[in-house]
Structures are given as C-alpha cells and as structure tokens.
C-alpha cells in the first residue's frame, strides 16, 4: 500500500520523449556558456594573463617559422633543384 501511495504522490519527470532529451540537452549548454561567460567577464588578473600568453604563443610561432622552418621544397623551381635540396637534407 505504500508503495501505490509513494508512486501516485512522487512528481517524475518522464524523460522517453527526444524533445525532450533535446531540450534538457540545450538547457544544460546555456548553463555551461552562461557559466563561462560570467567567468570570463569577471576576470580581472586573468586577462592580462591571457594576453601574455596569447602573445607568447604568437612569438614561439614566429620564431618557429623564420628559423626552423627555413627552406622549403616549394620554394625550389625545378626537379633537379628538388631533387639535390632532398639530397642534402637527408643525407648527413
């Protein structure tokens, strides 16, 4: 008896229908968006942290770039001149 008397008074929330999933779904990615969105507004060490970083990142990558990264095959024109550029850096 208690049990039919628990299962008529308990509210349940029948999650079976896809609109429903969907729904709960999209709720649950406006929460995590709302949730970083207020973080990222209230940030006031974090920006200038983030600027630094983004700005350490640029640097590395340009660096990277002109000195790693030099030559190139497509920079060569034609076979011969491929063929020797691989030569000469795979040989040792």
Do not use: C
Not at 23 to 44: C, D, E, H, P, V
Not at 45 to 74: A, H, Q
Request: glycine share 6%.
């Amino acid at each position: 008896m208690f049990s039919t008397l628990h299962k008529l008074h308990s509210p349940t929330i029948h999650t079976s229908t896809p609109r429903i999933h969907l729904l709960l779904r999209t709720s649950m990615l406006k929460n995590i968006m709302r949730f970083y969105a207020q973080g990222f507004a209230n940030m006031t060490l974090g920006r200038t942290l983030w600027k630094i970083i983004i700005i350490k990142l640029l640097v590395i990558f340009i660096v990277l770039k002109f000195f790693i990264y030099g030559d190139s095959i497509r920079d060569l024109g034609g076979a011969d001149e491929r063929r020797d550029f691989v030569l000469d850096n795979l040989a040792p």
